[in-house]
């Protein structure tokens, strides 16, 4: 199964939990270590979002997903999770595996920052008592590191690059600063509403003193690489007030509890049939207690009072469904070719689910499934409603369509 078009960059020092959170998250077998740089390599896997699926509201008794799962009348659509390197203080400066750690985050639609909430590890991510070291600095850190870097890369010979602008006459601002920040995947429109936003874009590009620059580069970076925190290991006593903590020192970065050692040792158990667990639940039932020892039956105990209970779930889907659903602003729309029967040319029930940008139109869905049908598009059908809708309907999350085509496409 293929991961959708969302990319989710995990990123931390390490030994914060990084790579048990991808495990958990991916159930792909990786290093999991208690040492500095572990993954060297970035892991590349699929992780899943969790929405309720479409058949459940439609009253379906049923569906046939193909390009997702359904597990008890839950959705996951997946999307590509990204574990780079840990991250070290001088990052930016090629210290550890910064320059690496660096160009693989460029690759992230969004950004899953894991910091240890219990504060122990330190900035170098060798680990100390529980407390020692702030995860309030450790997020500072990482914002630090990722921020400099692409000021750094922005402003490397700026004043030749700024003269040429201004002087060339036959390129606008957006389209060059655009083409400055290629290599960082930052999206146009990002550029256009910063600049319009601070007013630089009435500016000369020679004449943005340091601060521009940096105020720049600072919105940029929040609206090009938006941020979830991922306050790990909540279980540890005294994390709970740092999670707090987090929240008051960045409102404007989701926070999201979590323990991903608890969501692996759940799947792993789930897997093996001695525990009843869909990921992203807030509770799980033991199937047979017999079966487990006592160390195993005390260990989800505590999972069920320190996590479950405290935090409503081990927070690993959580994360994920917080960074595609509210700070990329994802909706999950079902596309079909038969409006009346919710299925494709095969007879499959909701075989298929995509995400798109909430605002997006049936054409945009189109272009989605294939560039020739979204050029090509017609009108869509919703099989909701049954209506005929044109380009300039806007889709709402759930939405199943029929995309119409001319020249025989679907």
Known sequence: MEAGNIVLGLVGKTNVG??????????????????????????????????????????????????????EGWRFIPVKL?????????????RGLGNRFLDDVRKADALLLVVDASG??????????????????????MLGEIYEWMLQNLASDWERFARRVDTAGNIDLVTALSQRLSGFEIPRGVVAEVLEETGLGEKRLSSWGREDLRLFVKL?????KPAVIVANKVDVPGAEENVERLRSSYPGIPVVPASALAELMLRRLARE?????????????VKDPGGLGGKALKALELVRERVMKR???????????????????????YPVEDPNRYT?????????????????????????????LGKTFLYAVNAKTKQRVGEGYRLQDGDVVKIVAAAGKR
Request: contains cysteine; proline residues 9%; aromatic residues 6%.
């Open 220 to 224: 940029v970076l929040e609206r090009g």
């Open 18 to 71: 990084k790579s048990t959170f991808f495990a958990a998250a991916t159930e792909v077998p990786v290093k999991i270590e208690n040492r500095p740089f572990v993954t060297i390599e970035p892991n590349v896997g699929v992780g899943y979002a969790r929405k309720r699926c479409a058949h459940v509201e439609l009253g379906l008794p049923r569906c046939d997903p193909v390009n997702s799962l359904c597990i």
């Open 273 to 285: 049939g001695r525990v009843r667990y869909i990921p992203g639940d807030p509770d799980f039932t």
């Open 82 to 94: 990204l574990d780079v390197a840990g991250l070290v203080p001088g990052a930016h400066r090629g």
């Open 120 to 141: 122990s590890t330190d900035p170098e991510g060798v680990p100390v008592k529980p407390g020692s070291y702030d995860p309030v600095e450790e997020v500072g850190l």
């Open 344 to 372: 494709d040319r095969e007879g499959r029930i909701l075989p298929d689910v995509v995400l798109v940008k909430r605002g997006s139109t049936p054409r945009d869905l189109a272009y989605r499934i294939h560039t020739d």
């Open 311 to 333: 935090w409503g779930g081990t927070g690993v889907v959580q994360a994920i469904n917080k960074a595609v659903f509210d700070v990329l602003d994802m909706i999950a729309v």
